[in-house]
């Protein structure tokens, strides 16, 4: 035989467990501490530089 399924509680635990599942996520993404927030910030700055150190100046306008 089948279980018997109450509809509103399978919704709001389907939502609940979405919600769960951004939170997870957001705190992955958002909770670092300050140390590993400022290493980043100094990687990223690095990086940006190198490209920058690496663009050729054409001479103006951009075409040939």
Partial sequence: ???IVN???ARKQRDRD???AEAS???I???RRKDETAVED???ALEDRR???H???DGGDGRE
Avoid: I, S
């Fill in 18 to 20: 979405r919600k769960e």
């Fill in 25 to 27: 996520a957001n705190r």
């Fill in 7 to 9: 509809l509103r509680q």
């Fill in 51 to 53: 490209l920058e150190g």
């Fill in 29 to 31: 993404r958002f909770g």
């Fill in 42 to 44: 100094a990687r990223r």
């Fill in 1 to 3: 035989m089948a279980e």
């Fill in 55 to 57: 663009r050729r100046d």
